[in-house]
T-cell receptor, first 114, second 114 residues
């Protein structure tokens, strides 16, 4: 199993550009989430999904859009990048059906907005 | 609302000595608590969790954590530190979004000195 995969690994954008960060999981997990990691702030929840067609906002959703058309994929869209969105982005998935509830994280995408 | 505090940004310990990484939490209801580790330029790896039951939880790589309800703490411990344990450690509590999402502490960087 590949687990949770994310592409690209690195990305540099100019202010105002748009892009999509890809996330896929092959564990048939119902739940998927996006976090951003900033120095000294831990990880903060951006958006999450409890299943295909269902998404909701987390702690820091502004400037980001998500959709969940399949169980496997959960892309994160930046419509107009801003320097404040420079961060490392992690996608995570977990199962609704099975204990013990832990989330499985992808390797991350390091985004720089200039 | 929930909160997680990791009071030490940095912990240094000599190889072979015991290590402790501190975490305190505040949640309503019963807490589901987790420790994750992040090696340089990598995603987060699950170490251990407390859901219910025995207050001493054993996890991966020889780590354990003690849940203390009266002190609202969940400190991570290891009897004998290895240089390879050097990494960034995050304590987290599950939030009630219905998707196993986590609220993270700010992280503690552990350095094991040879």
């Amino acid at each position: 199993n590949a687990g949770v995969t994310q592409t690209p690994k690195f990305q540099v954008l100019k202010t105002g550009q748009s892009m999509t960060l890809q996330c896929a999981q092959d564990m048939n997990h119902e739940y998927m989430s996006w976090y951003r990691q900033d120095p000294g702030m831990g990880l903060r929840l951006i958006h999450y999904s409890v299943g295909a067609g269902i998404t909701d906002q987390g702690e820091v959703p502004n400037g980001y859009n998500v959709s969940r058309s399949t169980t496997e994929d959960f892309p994160l869209r930046l419509l107009s990048a801003a320097p404040s969105q420079t961060s490392v982005y992690f996608c995570a998935s977990s199962s609704r059906r099975d204990l013990p509830y832990e989330q499985y994280f992808g390797p991350g995408t390091r985004l720089t907005v200039t | 609302a929930q909160s997680v505090a990791q009071p030490e940004d940095q912990v240094n310990v000599a190889e072979g000595n015991p290590l402790t990484v501190k975490c305190t939490y505040s949640v309503s209801g019963n807490p589901y608590l987790f420790w994750y580790v992040q090696y340089p330029n990598r995603g987060l790896q699950f170490l251990l969790k407390y859901i219910t039951g025995d207050n001493l939880v054993k996890g991966s790589y020889g780590f354990e954590a003690e849940f203390n309800k009266s002190q609202t703490s969940f400190h991570l411990k290891k009897p004998s530190a290895l240089v390879s344990d050097s990494a960034l450690y995050f304590c987290a509590v599950r939030v009630k979004t219905g998707a196993n999402n986590l609220f993270f502490g700010t992280g503690t960087r552990l350095t094991v000195i040879p």
